[in-house]
């Protein structure tokens, strides 16, 4: 469980880091990836931010960047960056004291681990292995069926049995004399 919570920890860093130099570079790049992240405030200022961006290159593309207009959206994209950094800066403290913990907790357990003897420390390490990939293959078996299972419902699976053919209505044969006789009455 320790080793799990560690790689989260390690995983929302990288991502918090990601959105941090995102947010400090002055150029165009690549919009980062929240998926990691808990804070949801943090992500939906990132999703902000992004669209006052977009709405400003909108904008650039109709009007030049020295007009007075660009002066509202530009001061609300510094705001929203000021509050990326303050959010980045609190989240990036409070995963730094957890992931200290963690390695507290982590060296702690391995003084324990040390002190078992020799053959149940690998039994440990062999049962732990084992787990992990009975987890990675158990994961694996669900996104294999979930493509499976998303093709499946892609494929057509349509045939043709009988070609169709057109019928007659019953009714047009009688009223083929009868059009004649209308027909020839009008000529006479």
Sequence with gaps: VN???????????????AIESYVNSPGRSSVP??????DQGLSSLVQKLVDLQQERERMLANTPESNP???PINSQIKAARSAIKENIASTKSTLLAKKRQLQSYGNKAQTQIRDVPKQEQELVSLMRAQQLKETLYNYLQQKREKVALSYASTQVDARTVDPAYVVPPKGSKRLIPLAAGVAVGLLI
């Design 69 to 71: 207009i660009f002066d």
């Design 3 to 17: 080793d799990r919570d560690m790689q989260d920890v390690d995983i929302q860093l990288g991502t918090v880091q």
């Design 33 to 38: 990836s929240t998926a990691g992240i808990t």
